[in-house]
């Protein structure tokens, strides 16, 4: 059975195996706390839900139009003109089947062979491959915990060549919670005004959920007005991950490409879930908030217990509901008689001797780092780190 170089050169993706690993642990009889899944843990809101149902009555059950219903990127277009202050028309959205979808058409219609793709990292772990995917070439500029996992105007200018056709930007940011601040994004903008063959890219899926940083969107700069794809979704924001709704909001003529190119492959998202995104963005904001503050209050949590812990550097996230500890301090440590070498060492011990699922920072292109999501329960956070500081002490 032949499988394709294409396929063959893509990595898995590192915290659906961590997720799986935890899994099968679980499917054991082991007490496995699950810190390795992107998702938050709180149901659907009531409302949504409702509207879901109302849409299976309503006989809502035939084919979609490509690029979504009207009446939800109406919704959407409305949405980014009041809380972000930045226009587009519904022409301009294209809905698919998740944020995930929407990032990877934008990377397809835009980049050929040889184009260079700029992906501050540490960066979320599907960015790199689907590049490849494109045939497209990253370009990896990275930034430490010491920089807040922000990178610099210098760096940014330093990484760009004639080459360079696409800048990715997620903030918040998945793995590591940082957020640019509004004059740390201007200073982004002024490189990339000099630049104007650069597509930017701006991953906004976690921009709810903020602990007081303020937001704002890169599509809200004039000097980036007419080449900014905004990518963003339902899933974090209203704790709909699996009703698999996200957009790409883009110039005119890629939201065409990019439904053209969904239009052969996937088609239009589903019927029902898009009547419940329409009601989750028209609908009342209320359940955002109680989630944000619900997430605020453990990232406190999760922040103070992990600064306990001798070895472990952390900083303090402004968003998203990950934290991103540099573990390095471990490496070259052992554990009856086996020996930490990478952080994707440290990863397993804590799955295999805490019961504590976690993710390798080298998923994210920062190695001896590892990711924890706090998107559980208190009492799940507080066992976690406990268990988490055993296992570190008992390395030697």
């Not at 976690?206 to 704002?216: K, P, Q």
């Not at 339902?234 to 239009?263: D, F, N």
Request: proline content about 6%; aromatic content about 8%.
């Amino acid at each position: 059975m032949q499988i394709s170089n294409r396929v063959q050169s893509l990595a898995a993706s590192a915290t659906l195996a961590m997720s799986q690993k935890s899994a099968e642990l679980k499917a054991q009889g082991v007490d496995v706390i699950n810190l390795s899944v992107g998702e938050p843990d709180f149901p659907t809101p009531l409302h949504i839900k409702e509207a879901a149902k109302k849409a299976i009555e309503d006989n809502f059950s035939f084919y979609t139009p490509v690029p979504g219903y009207l009446s939800l990127r109406k919704a959407i277009a409305e949405k980014l003109n009041r809380e972000n202050g930045v226009t587009f028309a519904p022409e301009q959205i294209v809905v698919g089947n998740g944020a995930k979808q929407e990032l990877c058409n934008v990377i397809l219609a835009a980049i050929n062979p040889g184009d260079e793709v700029i992906i501050p990292t540490p960066a979320w772990v599907s960015y790199v491959e689907m590049v490849k995917l494109a045939e497209g070439v990253n370009v990896l500029v990275p930034a430490s915990i010491e920089q807040d996992f922000k990178i610099t105007p210098e760096q940014l200018e330093a990484a760009i060549t004639e080459r360079t056709r696409m800048v990715l930007l997620c903030s918040p940011s998945n793995p590591t919670g940082s957020v640019y601040s509004p004059a740390e994004l201007q200073a982004l903008v002024d490189v990339l005004a000099r630049h104007p063959q650069i597509l930017v890219m701006a991953d906004e899926i976690y921009e709810h959920i903020n602990f007081g940083a303020e937001i704002r969107s890169l599509a809200s700069f004039p000097e980036l007005k007419d080449r900014v794809v905004v990518i963003n979704g339902v899933s974090k924001a209203y704790a709909m991950t699996g009703w698999r709704i996200g957009y790409c909001a883009c110039p005119p003529q890629l939201a065409k490409a990019v439904s053209k190119l969904q239009g052969q492959y996937t088609s239009g998202a589903s019927s029902i879930a898009q009547k419940a995104a329409e009601a989750a963005y028209t609908g009342s904001q209320q359940c955002v908030e109680e989630m944000r503050q619900a997430f605020e209050r453990r990232r406190d949590l999760v922040v103070g217990l992990a600064r306990q812990i001798p070895g472990l550097k952390v900083n303090e996230p402004q968003g998203a509901f990950y934290l991103f500890p540099e573990v390095s301090a471990f490496i070259g440590r052992q554990f009856q008689g086996k020996v930490m070498e990478t952080s994707g060492d440290i990863a397993l011990y804590l799955l295999e001797h805490a019961h504590v699922a976690t993710v390798d920072g080298a998923a994210f292109c920062a190695p001896g780092y590892i990711r924890l999501s706090y998107a559980t329960s208190d009492d799940n956070i507080r066992e976690a780190l406990s268990r988490m500081a055993r296992a570190f002490a008992a390395l030697s």
